[in-house]
């Protein structure tokens, strides 16, 4: 086992920077050993970015019955042979939306608070990037090793609350401010359910650390039962409400009420255009990525191999593939689900999700404390824990829909 | 002048901002929120004394900080509360506006 | 060290002067959530990096967000920019004296006070140590500071709730 650890894919990516680190003066080896680190993150999440966008844009058209964007493919002036000028299936789209929306005209309403309306997007893009700092990528790639760093993770998603109120307010248009406030009701209201479906992990795992959280997932049952935490009971209810809390929070349909263009315009968005558009654009798709990947973090184990078997496969491969799974599952949602109003997504946070994950706080704290138990006994804890999972599911789900009925029509069949 | 008198120094300014804001603006919310700032000013002292305090081995001074926090997060939430029933009475939030007790 | 405390020091004191100046109520809110993320910076200059991160999700994450929800809530003025009445000279003029002559008491007090020499390396403190601290020895307080934060947000919906009955049509 030690020795795939050890195995040469697993530090390559190190040995690479370090590598380039030694070629530079002494002075400069400090500041750019972390620059490399930024760099390289900077440059694989906006690659990802830029594949996430066109992955969805087709796999949404495959949902729909249409192809997607498939005509991009290589500029007419390249220099490349003519059995190479294939389209590509349209994968460089988000390259000639790049070049689009750098060179669109940056409007700025006349009335709208120039500072404001400049900072929304800038800070929003910084902080959802921040957020991948206590990622761990892979067994030996973690940007920052922090002690706290659940709490670093949610400290630095919590400013881009502000800078949709930023946007919202500074645009001088009713619109966006309406919709920013929509949006912190939404964002607020979700919040709490998202930190509160992390806190059993934390409880069980007993740390903040994100590495450690990882590396208590790491054994298997039979050498092919992987022990994530999405395999407990108390770990799978945590991560239904993960998911739908994490898919509000990156204002993704069902959820996506801020920009509901049928109501509000554009929302937040209305009076921006050009690149401070694609800031907000990619700003979204990093929150969603980061989001991602805390719950394969915390839920899916992290980099860890799903059996024994497949141990030698890099750690960063797995990390990779399970945060692509994790997003091709919100594109689906968001091809599938209708969006809801916004009293019933509210309804659905406060008197749902939050109860929900406080019950399963205390299904954690039973977990916790019953860890020494063996044999037949196991068998109980299990039932025990599912059951707390399940009945008030069932009675929180029955008491809120009761009285409703599914709408009939009266002139159409 | 050792770190430990900078960091006194530079809470004394924050708390008398704090001061200033809440004594000279007639708006409830800005008084408010200088009284948020003094409190912060308070809590700075709290995470000095125990970086260069005698005893930091002892994390009492961040438990202390940790508690400050969330009675000043409760404070804001009752505060901001009183304002928007106040604001419903008068249509206004200025202090100086504020003057009968009875709805 | 003692550059970045400055840094941080003039980032802090700087936002939280402008927002008690500014007259624009939004501008001063949001220049407040800068001085608080200052702040949380000093934290963590201080090495408390789990009280700069608590620092940070509750005052920009959570206390700003209420302040700015009143000061939408609480409009005085048909415009958009919320402009509050200029404060009368000699008002402004007394406070400035208060606090400045506050700021001179303090401030010489802390200038002559001897404090015993600290320790270079800043105190090491896990999480794991807070959070044995905070369920051990200061269990009584945690309780009783979730008992206050519940009632306080319990009584600040009822104060602020309207009593107006709920409209029938709101049904899900």
């Keep these: 086992m030690s020795a795939a650890a050890d195995s040469f894919l697993e530090r390559a990516p190190l040995e690479l920077r370090d590598w380039a680190v030694q070629l530079l003066p002494a002075p400069l080896q400090w500041i750019s050993h972390h620059l490399i680190t930024i760099v390289a993150v900077l440059a694989v999440f906006g690659l990802f970015f830029a594949f996430t966008t066109v992955a969805e844009r087709k796999l949404l058209g495959r949902l729909q019955n249409r192809l997607g964007p498939n005509r991009a493919g290589l500029p007419k002036f390249s220099i490349l042979p003519w059995h190479i000028r294939h389209k590509l299936f349209g994968l460089s789209q988000p390259f000639a939306d790049a070049v689009k929306a750098l060179t669109k005209e940056d409007i700025v309403p ?304 | 002048m050792t770190p430990l008198h900078l960091c006194l120094l530079i809470s004394t300014a924050l708390f008398c901002i704090g001061l200033f804001g809440a004594l000279a603006r007639s708006n409830t919310i800005l008084v408010l929120l200088g009284i948020e700032l003094m409190l912060n000013a308070a809590n700075i002292n709290f995470i000095a004394f125990w970086r260069y305090g005698p005893n930091p081995a002892a994390a009492n001074g961040m438990i202390f900080v940790l508690f400050s926090i969330a009675v000043a997060a409760a404070e804001a939430a009752v505060g901001l509360a009183l304002i928007i029933a106040v604001y419903r009475h008068q249509k206004n939030i200025r202090l100086q506006e504020a003057t009968v007790l009875k709805g | 060290m003692t550059a970045a405390l400055l840094l941080i020091a003039v980032l802090m004191l700087g936002s939280a002067a402008a927002a008690m100046l500014r007259r624009n109520l939004i501008h001063s809110a949001l220049l407040l959530v800068a001085s608080w993320t200052g702040v949380a910076a000093f934290y963590l200059w201080a090495g408390a990096e789990f009280v700069a991160f608590a620092q940070i999700l509750v005052y920009a994450g959570a206390v700003s967000m209420v302040v700015l929800f009143a000061v939408l809530l609480t409009r005085q003025s048909r415009e958009a920019d919320l402009p509050i009445e200029p404060a009368t000279v000699t008002r402004t003029a007394s406070a400035f004296a208060v606090a400045a002559s506050l700021a001179a008491v303090i401030g010489s007090a802390v200038a002559t006070a001897r404090f015993p020499a600290a320790s270079a390396e800043a105190p090491a403190a896990s999480v794991k140590q807070i959070g044995l601290e905070l369920m051990a020895e200061h269990g009584a307080a945690l309780l009783i500071v979730g008992i206050v934060l519940t009632v306080a947000l319990i009584g600040a919906t009822v104060i602020a709730s309207n009593d107006k009955k709920r409209d029938p049509e709101d049904a899900p």
């Design chain 1, 110 to 413: 006349a009335a709208a608070d120039k500072v404001l309306h400049f900072l929304a997007p800038v800070v929003v893009v910084g902080f959802s990037l921040m957020t991948f700092a206590v990622l761990p990528f892979g067994r030996n790639l973690i940007p920052v090793e922090l002690d706290a760093a659940l709490l670093y993770f949610f400290a630095a998603g919590s400013a881009s609350e502000l800078a949709i109120f930023m946007a919202g307010w500074s645009s001088r248009n009713k619109y966006s401010l309406l919709a920013a406030m929509r949006a912190l009701a939404q964002l607020i209201s979700y919040e709490l359910p998202l930190i509160l479906s992390v806190v059993p992990v934390v409880l069980v795992a007993s740390t903040l650390s994100t590495s450690a959280i990882v590396q208590a997932q790491g054994a298997w049952t039979f050498g092919v039962l992987p022990h994530w935490f999405v395999f407990t009971p108390w770990g799978f209810a945590g991560f239904i409400i993960f998911l739908i809390s994490a898919l509000a929070e990156s204002n993704r349909s069902p959820f996506d009420l801020p920009e509901a263009e049928s109501e509000l315009v554009a929302g937040h968005l209305t009076e921006y255009s050009g690149f401070k558009y694609a800031l907000f654009f990619m700003a979204e798709y990093f929150g969603l990525t980061a989001l991602s990947g805390l719950g394969v973090t915390v839920f899916l184990g992290g980099w860890q191999a799903p059996c024994e078997l497949l141990y030698w496969v890099p750690s960063y491969l797995w990390f990779m593939g399970k945060l692509i799974l994790m997003i091709m599952l919100f594109i689906w949602v968001r091809g599938t689900l209708l969006r809801l109003r916004i009293d019933q997504l509210t309804r659905l946070s406060w008197q749902f999700l939050v109860p929900l994950a406080l019950l399963n706080v205390g299904n954690a704290a039973f977990w916790a404390l019953t860890a020494q138990w063996s044999g037949p006994l196991q068998l109980v804890r299990w039932a025990v824990s599912a059951a707390i999972v399940i009945v008030p599911f069932l009675v929180i789900g029955r008491s809120l829909s009761a009285g409703y009925a599914p709408r009939t029509y009266r002139y159409a069949p």
